[in-house]
């Protein structure tokens, strides 16, 4: 049997040479695999772009609808709001209201006690109502004291007022009042509760 010589096998092996590589077919062959047709690559662009613009027209459409309906909710909440704020003060309003005619009641007796508890009261009615004002402070005393009369156009009536109530507090009954000034102090109290919107006109 002859033995192969493998050396001479290999060398007998066609090689590549790579001067008669033509690239420019092999780039060729390689595109041609992976580009479409031209007619249906055209096609296929149109299609896309069709998709797109119906998908950028519907974005848009959402985006619309939603920024219009956070508008219809912002604008709803609003008027909620401001119709349980004025419920708030109608309601605020009555129960002063009521408060209020015990204070005229206090005011019309013949006993020096109601005077000076009917002073007593209107002060507490003029304390709840001037949260209402532009100002941040725990006492009646000290908003006043932050007021002006671009604030309160009262606020003269309400120092005056708010100062005998205090006479009150701290004398008690070792301070005199007589029915006349007990009834021009209500007066000073009503013309800032009404100006407040804390009584009824």
């Given at each position: 049997?002859?033995q ?10 066609p ?17 041609k695999l992976l580009s ?5 690559a ?8 069709l998709?797109?613009?119906l998908?950028a ?5 959402i985006i619309?609808?939603c920024a219009?309906r956070?508008w219809e909710?912002?604008k ?5 709001l401001?119709?349980?704020?004025v419920?708030i003060i109608?309601e605020e ?5 009521l408060?209020?005619q015990?204070v005229?009641?206090?005011a019309g007796s013949n006993?020096p ?7 007593l009261e ?12 532009p ?10 004291k932050?007021?002006?009369k ?5 606020l003269d009536?309400?120092?005056e007022a708010h100062?005998?109530?205090n006479?009150?507090?701290h004398?008690g009954?070792n301070?005199e ?10 007066n000073?109290?009503?013309e ?10």
């Amino acid at each position: 049997m002859e033995q192969v010589n493998v050396d001479n096998v290999v060398s007998n092996v066609p090689t590549v040479d790579p001067a008669y590589v033509n690239l420019d077919y092999v780039f060729y062959k390689i595109f041609k695999l992976l580009s479409l047709p031209f007619d249906s690559a055209t096609k296929f662009i149109s299609i896309y772009k069709l998709i797109a613009s119906l998908v950028a027209v519907l974005a848009i459409a959402i985006i619309i609808y939603c920024a219009v309906r956070l508008w219809e909710i912002n604008k709803e909440a609003k008027e909620k709001l401001a119709l349980e704020e004025v419920k708030i003060i109608e309601e605020e309003t009555s129960t002063h209201t009521l408060e209020w005619q015990n204070v005229l009641d206090h005011a019309g007796s013949n006993s020096p006690s109601d005077w000076r508890l009917a002073i007593l009261e209107a002060d507490t009615l003029l304390e709840s109502a001037s949260q209402r004002l532009p100002v941040v402070a725990e006492t009646l005393g000290e908003r006043l004291k932050k007021l002006d009369k671009g604030d309160l156009r009262t606020l003269d009536s309400a120092w005056e007022a708010h100062k005998v109530r205090n006479r009150i507090a701290h004398d008690g009954f070792n301070f005199e009042i007589t029915k006349h000034e007990t009834l021009r102090i209500i007066n000073l109290f009503e013309e800032v509760l009404r100006e407040l919107g804390a009584i009824q006109k």
